[in-house]
């Protein structure tokens, strides 16, 4: 931050002495290394909120420009699918006006041209209906959980075991004798 050569730090530190004494000298010493201490941690401070701005600000630049690409995507989608539907039209448009021609203007005579007209009398549905089966109500699991809890609840110790291993394993400790 400063460039202090020794001999100019050695000049100063007996110039403090002379005019501060022996006595408060450590004192004004320990004070400036505080502030010293204190500027550095505010100039440190300023650096990293300075550079975290500046990654925000980078930040919303990357979000624009990927709001950017996803509205061109969408507009470019949305296009593609407004002309599939267009084509789709047409093309369903052709084929009812070739089914009308092919039909003698649509007069519907059942005289061995292959006419549907009368395929949808015998036609059922097949689709089945859905039987309503409630389930439980949110009380009922509450009180199975709670159940549960209690089955799979550890015994709890009743006193019967007053020491901490079990006698077993207190017999297969080693002994040391002295």
């Known amino acids: 931050m400063f460039d202090f050569s020794f001999g100019e730090l050695a000049v100063i530190g007996a110039v403090a002495l002379v005019v501060l004494g022996p006595e408060r000298l450590p004192k ?14 505010y100039v440190s401070q300023v650096k990293t909120d300075i550079t975290r701005e500046m990654e925000v600000a980078e930040l919303q630049k990357l979000q624009q420009q990927a709001r950017d690409v996803a509205r061109s995507i969408e507009t470019s989608v949305q296009g593609g699918v407004a002309s599939i539907q267009s084509e789709l039209d047409s093309t369903a448009n052709s084929l009812n006006s070739g089914l009308q021609d092919a039909s003698g203007g649509g007069s519907g005579s059942g005289t061995g041209d292959y006419s549907w007209d009368a395929a949808g009398d015998n036609w059922a549905s097949s689709r089945f209906r859905r039987r309503y089966k409630p389930g439980p109500s949110v009380d009922d699991l509450s009180e199975e959980i709670a159940k549960l809890k209690r089955q799979l609840a ?6 019967h075991s007053r020491h901490k291993y079990a006698p077993r394993a207190r017999m297969n400790r080693p002994r040391i004798r002295r």
């Open 28 to 41: 004004v010493a320990r004070m400036a290394g505080e502030w010293a201490g204190k500027a550095q941690r």
């Open 154 to 159: 550890m015994p709890e110790a009743t006193g």
